[in-house]
């Protein structure tokens, strides 16, 4: 019943920036941790960022730190990321992800604790 939106993708050139939402519907939505992930042809699906739901604490990979910014909005059930800078190297499909259970931090980055993801929006960054 969960539904996740992602929007915001699109071809833009190094240095560039883009937006992503990801929007939650449903009755039976609820939170403990949403997170970003993205996935490259070829490749697996690796973590981008996450923001605890009602904590507000953020966590993100090295490689978008300084880069990438991740926030919410509880009241419209939506998340965002900020990407800045961008590089060829963050080219790949995003997914937004949801974790209704307990919040482990060792787990944050791990999409297979996750249980609800949105059918992803492509970001490709032209050199």
């Known amino acids: 019943q969960v539904e996740l939106v992602e929007s915001g993708g699109g071809l833009v050139q190094a240095g560039d920036s883009l937006r992503l939402s990801c929007a939650a519907s449903g009755r039976t939505f609820s939170s403990v941790v949403m997170g970003w992930f993205r996935q490259a042809p070829g490749k697996e699906r690796e973590f981008v960022a996450a923001?605890?739901?009602?904590?507000?604490?953020?966590y993100y990979h090295d490689s978008v730190k300084d880069r990438f910014i991740i926030s919410k909005d509880n009241t419209k059930n939506t998340m965002y990321l900020q990407m800045n800078n961008l590089k060829p190297e963050d080219t790949a499909v995003y997914y937004c992800?949801?974790?209704?259970?307990?919040?482990?931090?060792?787990?944050?980055?791990?999409?297979?604790?996750?249980?609800?993801w949105g059918r992803g929006t492509q970001v490709t960054v032209s050199s």
């Open positions: 992800a949801n974790d209704p259970g307990t919040f482990v931090y060792a787990r944050v980055k791990h999409p297979r604790f996750y249980d609800h």
């Open positions: 923001i605890r739901w009602n904590e507000g604490s953020t």
